[in-house]
């Protein structure tokens, strides 16, 4: 019986198929070559531009001529094709929030990317997944793509979480075991009364990394949460789309959400898991953002934290919310002001250091605590420094204590 990938992409696990897509998205980064391709392709199609999805966000605001020359080329190619979903600085945020808060992201989508963490949307029930500039040229050309159908593992994760334990924790948690290439090729579904509990945040987390252990797709079954998330946002009609009770899975890995503790991935790779408490480890900055967790429901954990202390002097502490409509909401609810009481400092949002842009890049040496996705070599900065993968509240206790820290060990 079919799983869920099987179900949306309408073939057999192993089997080549070409299917109509619903959105594709491209940044600032991605997205001018995509339209380089597509005028090379024009003659065979018209731009699907109803299909396209078009946001500003890794190098804004620019950080210097190079990506403002990128910035104003991708926005030239959007007016001249009468591109509507268009976001520019200030009115979007980071691709991936904007993809889920916008309503493009739904139960049962085909949507791709020029990004390899398109597989966020998995988390509302979509087929989503990155694709090349070249291969999202394609799409804008003819709205299909071809896909091979992966193999799905399956993921049952039951229990209670503790405290501050957050969806990150229990992707590492699946990323240390497995490891980064523990889903190669791989369309992973994950059920369990800890997934259910979970808040839509905490999803699009486990999601979002999917792709570090190799994923085409995280995919998690909606319901009422996702449901209700959507009521009044989405766009278009959806269908939810389930797997059958007896879908024929790859393999099978079961998990006791108990016996996981707040954890980080140490220097350079995501696979490299151990507990918090284990870690002893002097930092020069803490970062607090990104498609992986810069949502408000993170940013609120990390101010709960915060809240009457102040970041360790030898710590600087930087907060990027992951969209415009996150760092509005978390003005109103105040979270901001203690951000900047404990003497952290805030932007607006933008991919930054997350891919050592800018806006938090590290230098020779440092050492970095971060909500981020990757830890590669050089991949914030510097080949030289180092970056620790956390959750929102080991990056808020991180900061306060000046070094990588258990937020459960906080007095």
């Not at 078009?54 to 001529?65: E, G, R, S, T, W």
């Not at 979007?92 to 989508?109: K, L, S, T, W, Y």
């Not at 080991?394 to 000046?402: C, D, F, N, Q, R």
């Amino acid at each position: 019986m079919p799983t869920i990938a099987e179900k949306i992409l309408c073939g057999k696990a192993g089997e080549i198929v070409e299917r109509e897509v619903d959105y594709i998205m491209v940044n600032d980064v991605t997205g001018v070559p995509a339209f380089e391709v597509f005028e090379e392709l024009e003659p065979a199609g018209e731009l699907k531009k109803e299909k396209v999805v078009v946001v500003q966000d890794h190098y804004v605001p620019n950080k210097d001529v190079a990506s403002a020359e990128q910035a104003k080329a991708l926005r030239n190619y959007a007016r001249r094709y009468g591109i509507k979903n268009y976001y520019e600085i200030g009115k979007g945020g980071i691709c991936h929030q904007v993809m889920v808060e916008d309503g493009f992201a739904a139960p049962g989508r085909l949507i791709i990317g020029a990004d390899s963490h398109t597989c966020s949307y998995g988390a509302l029930g979509a087929f989503s997944t990155g694709v090349g500039s070249t291969e999202a040229a394609a799409a804008m050309a003819t709205g299909r793509l071809w896909f091979k159908v992966p193999a799905t593992q399956k993921f049952v994760i039951n229990g209670e979480l503790k405290r501050y334990v957050m969806g990150k924790d229990i992707v590492l948690h699946i990323i240390g075991d497995i490891g980064v290439s523990g889903s190669l090729y791989k369309s992973q579904e994950f059920y369990g009364t800890a997934i259910e509990n979970l808040c839509l945040s905490d999803r699009i987390t486990i999601s979002n990394m999917a792709v570090e252990a190799g994923a085409k797709a995280g995919i998690i079954p909606p319901d009422e949460k996702v449901f209700e998330f959507l009521n009044g946002r989405v766009r278009e009609d959806y269908k939810a789309v389930y797997a059958d009770t007896e879908s024929e899975y790859e393999e099978v890995f079961e998990y006791d959400a108990s016996g996981i503790v707040p954890t980080v991935a140490k220097p350079f790779s995501p696979e490299n898991t151990v507990p918090a408490s284990e870690l002893d480890v002097p930092i020069d900055q803490a970062y607090l953002g990104s498609c992986t967790n810069g949502r408000i429901e993170d940013l609120r954990v990390a101010a709960a934290i915060l809240k009457g202390k102040s970041v360790n002097r030898e710590v600087r502490m930087i907060v990027v919310p992951a969209s415009e409509k996150v760092f509005g909401q978390a003005i109103e609810e105040g979270l901001i002001k203690i951000f900047l009481e404990a003497d952290a400092f805030v932007c607006g949002p933008t991919c930054g250091a997350c891919l050592g842009g800018h806006i938090g890049v590290l230098a020779k040496g440092e050492r970095c605590v971060s909500t981020t996705n990757r830890n590669f070599i050089g991949r914030m900065g510097h080949k030289d420094s180092e970056v620790y993968l956390a959750n929102p509240a080991v990056v808020a206790a991180s900061a306060i204590k000046g070094r990588i820290t258990d937020p459960t060990e906080l007095r």
